[in-house]
Structure formats: structure tokens, C-alpha cells
């Protein structure tokens, strides 16, 4: 199979942002032309001809239409597929590329927003044993524009607000084209997402680790861990041989130590754990892991695993309800934010660890896993916040409880239902997106008693400044009368 691919096809897309602002310095052409282009191909996702561009109305320069026709395309990727879910939460996406490679992308609707999952590779040389994708092999890296175009393609379905890497691919073994995607969904001239709002998942590539927390240490960073020790995680992640555990901790707590989480007291990363039975469902299990992240800032996503028709390790399992509930109760025990992974798109093979070019529906999930920056971490008060996996039958996020309870830390300890409302909360304003990236409003018009005072206090002091200056005005008629 082959693992490298050529990076453009015989014209450059115009989202490969750093050829697109390389060439138009060859030509003395202003960057700012750049940006207006590329603004109005983000507010227009489904444009694809160069002849809808209104150049005009954009005033570029004649000279660069010709040198965008000769050199770039909008788009050299299409959507080869659209696959939607029964309940309508998930869309799966397969994308053909200019090579004739394909890739996937999944969006998935929460209650108030909507999550793209991207790939960074077509395949993945990690090869972890419950992972679909793994059976393909590394075909080839994406560059920054076909990491970008799914974003395009995504918003011509539905209007995106948090990004997390854990489509197809290991996406810190594509540094350069991730890191480049990464600035251009965070640059306040494109499409100015939040750094919070982006997560980067890893099973571990140190180097890159530190790399990332050195050049975008506010992007949410998520470890696939799966194991609490080193001898089982090779069992599920070969390539941990190369990434001793106490190293991959070592590198994940420097991250959490420069991360700056938008909401006071709020976790600064999260542990990915796909539940296997027989594997690492134990309690023993549970204890081991709960004693390695005590003293971390994380939240773990518990993750059942999901049936693939095509796995390294075809013995693997997923784990029955009493096994997950066991496990998720232990964890709380050791005063850890955990969480379930609640089940969304398998049923078009779009859940974790299914994608790998196949629409073979095999019923297993994703859950809302992009704001955990919101959810704050109550260890220092013998407290922990938990969320139960909601059942296969009820998939719709807005028949889930709305309040979430903080319990004891009891060996006995009830699993509470909470939502994603306590991320949207802790969201106070809406952002200020270009286009189809534009969020609700999700606040309404709703005033708090603080803004109430602080007007009233303004209308005070105006009208106090009024009184005044009339008294300074008749003091002054009066001195003229009396003259």
C-alpha cells in the first residue's frame, strides 16, 4: 500500500493557505485579497466554479482572477457519499480526493450546537487493535487545505461549532498539515473558533505532543489511554511500545500545565478509555487507572467499544451495562469526572473506531465530548460529576436530563443523568463566525441582574449630570437679571 501521496493535485486548493498567500507574494499582490477571497468561499461552502466568485464586489486586482484560475481550485475534494442516521444526529460524509483516496467525516448535533469530527490520514499506521481504521494501513497524510475542505463539505449540511480530530488517522503524525489547519480555525480573519472548542485526540506521539503544547497550548488535547498499565496497553495499542506510560503522562501533564480552560476550575484535558470486556473492564482495572488520574486536571471518556466488521483483533467485545456502570462507579470513587460515551451514527458505521470506508451498519458511540474545558473538576471537595450512557433506543440529546447533580463519593454511589447544558451555560455570548460557521444565538435575550444595575446606575449618573448643568444655566440667568 502506498504511504505517500502527491500533496496537490495538478492545481493547488485554495485552502492550502499557505501556498494561496506564497504565490500571490511572488506576484506583489497584497495579502488582504487573500482574505476576502477566502471569506466569501467560507461564507459560500457549496461554490466550486470560479465563475460564481463575484470579483467585482470583492474588488480583487484583474491580474490575480487570472493567476487563481491558473494555479488553484475552490475544491479538489467532493462528497462521494452523505449517510444520515434513523434519529437524524449524525451525518457521515465520504470524500473523494484529487488522488482518488478517500477519507471521512463525521457531524454530529448535539442539542444547541454541532460537532465535525475530521480525519488527518487516509488510514493509520498505529494499527490499534479495536480500531477499523487500523486495518487499512497508512495510505497517505492530508494536507492543511483537504483538512480544511471538510470543514466546507461539513457546512453545507449543517452549521459547525466545535472541531475535534478523531476521524481517520494518528493527527500529531501529520504535524505540519494539523498545526496549519489548526491556525486557520482559530484565525479571527477565517473562521475563528475558539481554541476550547477544538480538540486534537492522540494515542501518544510524545515528540509532537510537546511540539503542540508549545505552539497551540490552548487547543483541547485528548489521550487515548485504554489501559492502565503499560502491559495492556500494547495489547490494545501496539505502537506503545515505542511510548512508555510514564513519558506519555509526563508529556500529557506539560500540556495540562500550560492550557488555559475558558472557565475557572474547569478540567484541562481528557482521557479516551475504549472498554473491551475481558480486556480492561475489571475493577481492578478501574482502581489502577482511578490511582493514575487522581491528581491529574482531566475528565475520563469512557468509550464501550463498538462492534467493526473489519478489526485487527476480531475477539474483542463490548462490555455489558452492569460491567460499564461498575467500572464508571469506581472511577467516581477515586473523585474523577467521568463520563459515558453516549452512542451516536452506528448505525451508519460512524461511531468510534468504525470508520474505515465502509457503510456496513454495526448498532454501538459518540457523545458530546468537545466542551469538557466547561466542566469543572470538584476533587478538592471529595465530589465528582458523572454521566450515564443513555440506551440505544433513546438517541435524541434533547430527551436527556437537563440538571446536573454532583454525588458522594460512595462505594454505592448512584450514576446521575447530566447533559451538554452544563458546557452551554458557561457560554455567554455567541461567537462571531463567517458564514455557515455562524453559531445561534444560544442565550436569547435574557438580562442578568448585574447588566440591570449597571444601566440603572448609568441613567442615575446622566441624570444627576442634567440637574446640574440646568442649576449652572439658571444660576446664570439669574446673575444677569440681577446685574
Same mark, same amino acid.
Given at each position: 500500500?502506498?504511504?505517500?501521496?502527491?500533496?496537490?493535485?495538478?492545481?493547488?486548493?485554495?485552502?492550502?493557505?499557505?501556498?494561496?498567500?506564497?504565490? %500571490?507574494?511572488?506576484?506583489?499582490?497584497?495579502?488582504?485579497?487573500?482574505?476576502?477571497?477566502?471569506?466569501?468561499?467560507?461564507?459560500?461552502?457549496?461554490?466550486?466554479?470560479?465563475?460564481?466568485?463575484?470579483?467585482?464586489?470583492?474588488?480583487?486586482?484583474?491580474?490575480?482572477?487570472?493567476?487563481?484560475?491558473?494555479?488553484?481550485?475552490?475544491?479538489?475534494?467532493?462528497?462521494?457519499?452523505?449517510?444520515?442516521?434513523?434519529?437524524?444526529?449524525?451525518?457521515?460524509?465520504?470524500?473523494?480526493?484529487?488522488?482518488?483516496?478517500?477519507?471521512?467525516?463525521?457531524?454530529?448535533?448535539?442539542?444547541?450546537?454541532?460537532?465535525?469530527?475530521?480525519?488527518?490520514?487516509?488510514?493509520?499506521?498505529?494499527?490499534?487493535?479495536?480500531?477499523?481504521?487500523?486495518?487499512?494501513?497508512?495510505?497517505?497524510?492530508?494536507?492543511?487545505?483537504?483538512?480544511?475542505?471538510?470543514? %466546507?463539505?461539513?457546512?453545507?449540511?449543517?452549521?459547525?461549532?466545535?472541531?475535534?480530530?478523531?476521524?481517520?488517522?494518528e493527527p500529531l503524525s501529520n504535524y505540519d498539515s494539523v498545526?496549519?489547519?489548526?491556525?486557520?480555525?482559530?484565525?479571527?480573519?477565517?473562521?475563528?473558533?475558539?481554541?476550547?472548542?477544538?480538540?486534537?485526540?492522540?494515542?501518544?506521539? &510524545?515528540?509532537?505532543?510537546?511540539?503542540?503544547?508549545?505552539?497551540?497550548?490552548?487547543?483541547?488535547?485528548?489521550?487515548?489511554?485504554?489501559?492502565?498499565?503499560?502491559?495492556?496497553?500494547?495489547?490494545?495499542?501496539?505502537?506503545?511500545?515505542?511510548?512508555?506510560?510514564?513519558?506519555?503522562?509526563?508529556?500529557?501533564?506539560?500540556?495540562?500545565?500550560?492550557?488555559?480552560?475558558?472557565?475557572?476550575?474547569?478540567?484541562?484535558?481528557?482521557?479516551?478509555?475504549?472498554?473491551?470486556?475481558?480486556?480492561?473492564?475489571?475493577?481492578?482495572?478501574?482502581?489502577? %487507572?482511578?490511582?493514575?488520574?487522581?491528581?491529574?486536571?482531566?475528565?475520563?471518556?469512557? &468509550?464501550?467499544?463498538?462492534?467493526?466488521?473489519?478489526?485487527?483483533?476480531?475477539?474483542?467485545?463490548?462490555?455489558?451495562?452492569?460491567?460499564?456502570?461498575?467500572?464508571?462507579?469506581?472511577?467516581?470513587?477515586?473523585? &474523577?469526572?467521568?463520563?459515558?460515551?453516549?452512542?451516536?451514527?452506528?448505525?451508519?458505521?460512524?461511531?468510534?473506531?468504525?470508520?474505515?470506508?465502509?457503510?456496513?451498519?454495526?448498532?454501538?458511540?459518540?457523545?458530546? &465530548?468537545?466542551?469538557?474545558?466547561?466542566?469543572?473538576?470538584?476533587?478538592?471537595?471529595?465530589?465528582?460529576?458523572?454521566?450515564?450512557?443513555?440506551?440505544?433506543?433513546?438517541?435524541?440529546?434533547?430527551?436527556?436530563?437537563?440538571?446536573?447533580?454532583?454525588?458522594?463519593?460512595?462505594?454505592?454511589?448512584?450514576?446521575?443523568?447530566?447533559?451538554?447544558?452544563?458546557?452551554?451555560?458557561?457560554?455567554?455570548?455567541?461567537?462571531?463566525?463567517?458564514?455557515?460557521?455562524?453559531?445561534?444565538?444560544?442565550?436569547?435575550?435574557?438580562?442578568?441582574?448585574?447588566?440591570?444595575?449597571?444601566?440603572?446606575?448609568?441613567?442615575?449618573?446622566?441624570?444627576?449630570?442634567?440637574?446640574?448643568?440646568?442649576?449652572?444655566?439658571?444660576?446664570?440667568?439669574?446673575?444677569?437679571?440681577?446685574?
Open positions: 500500500k502506498r504511504t505517500r501521496r502527491p500533496p496537490v493535485g495538478p492545481k493547488t486548493p485554495i485552502l492550502q493557505i499557505d501556498a494561496l498567500l506564497k504565490c %500571490l507574494e511572488n506576484e506583489k499582490i497584497k495579502p488582504l485579497n487573500a482574505y476576502r477571497l477566502l471569506r466569501w468561499v467560507l461564507k459560500n461552502p457549496s461554490s466550486s466554479n470560479w465563475d460564481e466568485v463575484p470579483y467585482e464586489d470583492l474588488e480583487l486586482p484583474h491580474r490575480m482572477i487570472e493567476i487563481m484560475k491558473a494555479n488553484f481550485v475552490l475544491k479538489s475534494s467532493t462528497i462521494a457519499e452523505r449517510l444520515d442516521s434513523i434519529d437524524g444526529t449524525t451525518t457521515k460524509l465520504l470524500i473523494d480526493l484529487h488522488d482518488g483516496e478517500q477519507v471521512e467525516a463525521v457531524v454530529m448535533r448535539h442539542e444547541k450546537r454541532a460537532t465535525l469530527c475530521v480525519s488527518s490520514q487516509v488510514g493509520c499506521k498505529m494499527g490499534c487493535t479495536f480500531c477499523a481504521t487500523g486495518t487499512m494501513g497508512l495510505r497517505g497524510n492530508l494536507s492543511s487545505g483537504e483538512i480544511l475542505e471538510q470543514l %466546507l463539505h461539513a457546512g453545507t449540511v449543517e452549521k459547525v461549532r466545535n472541531i475535534v480530530f478523531m476521524g481517520m488517522g498545526l496549519l489547519s489548526l491556525k486557520a480555525m482559530t484565525d479571527v480573519s477565517l473562521w475563528s473558533l475558539k481554541h476550547g472548542r477544538i480538540t486534537v485526540s492522540t494515542v501518544g506521539v &510524545i515528540a509532537n505532543m510537546h511540539k503542540l503544547t508549545r505552539d497551540m497550548p490552548n487547543i483541547s488535547l485528548a489521550l487515548s489511554l485504554h489501559a492502565p498499565t503499560q502491559e495492556i496497553r500494547e495489547i490494545i495499542v501496539p505502537t506503545a511500545k515505542a511510548h512508555p506510560l510514564p513519558e506519555l503522562l509526563n508529556a500529557l501533564d506539560l500540556h495540562l500545565a500550560q492550557c488555559k480552560t475558558k472557565t475557572k476550575g474547569a478540567v484541562a484535558g481528557m482521557i479516551e478509555y475504549i472498554l473491551i470486556a475481558g480486556v480492561n473492564d475489571s475493577s481492578e482495572c478501574a482502581h489502577l %487507572l482511578g490511582g493514575l488520574l487522581k491528581t491529574r486536571n482531566v475528565m475520563l471518556n469512557l &468509550i464501550p467499544y463498538n462492534d467493526t466488521s473489519s478489526t485487527i483483533n476480531a475477539d474483542f467485545k463490548p462490555p455489558d451495562k452492569e460491567s460499564v456502570d461498575n467500572f464508571q462507579s469506581i472511577i467516581v470513587s477515586h473523585g &474523577i469526572i467521568c463520563r459515558v460515551r453516549r452512542e451516536m451514527g452506528a448505525d451508519i458505521a460512524g461511531a468510534c473506531g468504525q470508520l474505515a470506508l465502509t457503510k456496513k451498519p454495526e448498532i454501538q458511540g459518540v457523545g458530546d &465530548i468537545e466542551d469538557f474545558g466547561n466542566v469543572k473538576n470538584n476533587n478538592s471537595k471529595g465530589k465528582a460529576r458523572v454521566v450515564k450512557k443513555v440506551s440505544k433506543v433513546d438517541m435524541n440529546p434533547s430527551n436527556e436530563k437537563k440538571d446536573n447533580e454532583n454525588v458522594e463519593t460512595k462505594h454505592n454511589q448512584k450514576v446521575v443523568d447530566t447533559s451538554s447544558k452544563q458546557a452551554s451555560e458557561n457560554e455567554n455570548q455567541t461567537d462571531k463566525k463567517i458564514g455557515s460557521f455562524q453559531s445561534p444565538n444560544e442565550k436569547g435575550n435574557h438580562y442578568s441582574t448585574k447588566t440591570v444595575l449597571i444601566f440603572g446606575s448609568l441613567i442615575a449618573v446622566a441624570a444627576f449630570s442634567l440637574a446640574v448643568l440646568n442649576m449652572k444655566s439658571f444660576d446664570r440667568r439669574k446673575s444677569i437679571l440681577f446685574r
